[in-house]
């Protein structure tokens, strides 16, 4: 079944509920599902790499009022991912603090702050403030170790950012999106080699859907990887 056809088989029905109830009625209406429903459809579109449906669906489950504050948190860091996918990183940005404005101790949120500050608006401090928060919550968050290593080469610290990514690659050596950063770092310091090599593994090792996404890329277009 096509994502458009699930989008319409679940709006319809929702709306058509709240001009026959009235908002105020299906919102404190214990029995009204569609909320949790919501949430669990943008993540299940997040899941397919329908980024833009996903944030339209993460929207209505924040608006809908019915969301824990943990759930809460998901929902915006998950739209603020979908976000920064579309290119909206300034939205993306906004999302990543409110997740942990609802649950200050989210250690993916920290970790998004800390990947869109050093890579879309190049705030080193901030960048690794929110590495070293999410890291000191939980020091096994591999993909958290790979973030400073970008935070390190904006500031030209090249020893420091290599082994950053060395560190998580060696914690997490399935993970595509380490992987990745550790690519670009590469072709970011002339190493086309190393750079095409890492990208390759994380082109292989990233999910089936997520290869439209990535040969979108100009990086992985110029390296010839999804040919």
């Known amino acids: 079944m096509s994502y458009r056809f699930r989008i319409f088989s679940r709006s319809v029905p929702r709306a058509l509920c709240l001009c026959l ?6 919102a404190h209406n214990p029995a009204y599902a569609a909320q949790s429903k ?16 996903a944030m339209n669906f993460f929207g209505l489950a924040i608006s809908d009022g019915a969301l824990t504050t943990k759930q809460l948190a998901i929902a915006h860091q998950l739209r ?17 603090r409110k997740a942990v404005v609802w649950n200050p101790d989210y ?14 608006f190049k705030d080193p401090d901030l ?22 290593g970008g935070v390190w080469a904006l500031m030209g610290e090249v020893a420091k950012a290599e082994s950053d990514y060395d560190q998580a690659v060696r914690r997490s050596p399935g993970n595509w999106e380490i992987l990745f950063d550790q690519g670009q770092f590469f072709h970011s ?10 990208l390759t593994r994380a082109y292989e090792a990233a999910p089936t859907w997520i290869h439209t996404y990535l040969a979108t890329l100009p990086i992985i277009q110029e390296y010839g990887i999804s040919k």
């Open 107 to 120: 250690v993916d949120g920290w970790s998004s702050i800390c990947f869109e500050t050093a890579t879309h």
């Open 189 to 198: 310091q002339n190493r086309p080699a190393e750079a095409k090599k890492t």
């Open 80 to 96: 603020g991912v979908a976000r920064s996918k579309l290119n909206k990183h300034s939205l993306a940005l906004m999302d990543h």
């Open 127 to 148: 960048a690794m403030t929110a590495c070293n928060r999410a890291l000191a919550l939980d020091p096994t968050h591999s993909i958290s170790y790979a973030r400073p």
């Open 21 to 26: 109830c009235g908002l105020l009625v299906v």
């Open 38 to 53: 919501d949430l669990e459809f943008a993540i299940e579109l997040f899941g397919e790499g329908e980024y833009a449906a």
